[in-house]
């Protein structure tokens, strides 16, 4: 049990790490755009999908309703993106992508691809593959643990 206690500890510290490693290189690459981090974040959502609800934006970033307002509003400053209100009930509002926007996230998915195909190349292949699936492993138990808890 001791032995496991230790591995745990290991990999607490190496997660710290590589969260404030990673959190170095968001700001970084966000900066190269003049975007924020989480406004990168949230530009991202939108490969996936064309537009989102206020409460669909608030559960994928998991970010107070304030916090996904502020970031709505500096993005719809920089005229990336806009609100469009239901006609049926002006409290639900669509975030949707603004034609400026689709090539600059192209950009986005594509430059942040090359960073880290950049960081990442000098490793063998045997060692990618050990990484992918370790990475699959802790994303899987992270995210069942937030799955656990209500934010």
Request: hydrophobic share 35%; aromatic share 8%; glycine share 0%.
């Amino acid at each position: 049990m001791e032995e496991k206690q230790n591995k745990v500890e290991v990999i607490s510290q190496l997660v710290c790490c590589l969260t404030r490693t990673c959190s170095i290189k968001e700001d970084y690459f966000a900066s190269s755009f003049n975007l924020s981090p989480t406004e990168v974040r949230m530009l991202r959502l939108f490969s996936f999908s064309p537009s989102y609800t206020i409460k669909e934006l608030k559960e994928k970033m998991k970010l107070t309703p304030g916090r996904i307002t502020h970031i709505i509003s500096s993005l719809e400053n920089k005229k990336l993106i806009n609100r469009v209100p239901d006609i049926n009930d002006k409290r639900n509002i669509t975030v949707s992508l603004l034609p400026k926007a689709a090539p600059l996230i192209e950009n986005l998915l594509s430059s942040y691809n090359r960073l880290h195909f950049e960081i990442l190349k000098s490793l063998k292949e045997e060692d990618l593959d050990k990484i992918t699936e370790s990475l699959n492993s802790i994303v899987s138990v992270f995210n069942n643990w937030v799955e656990q808890k209500e934010f």
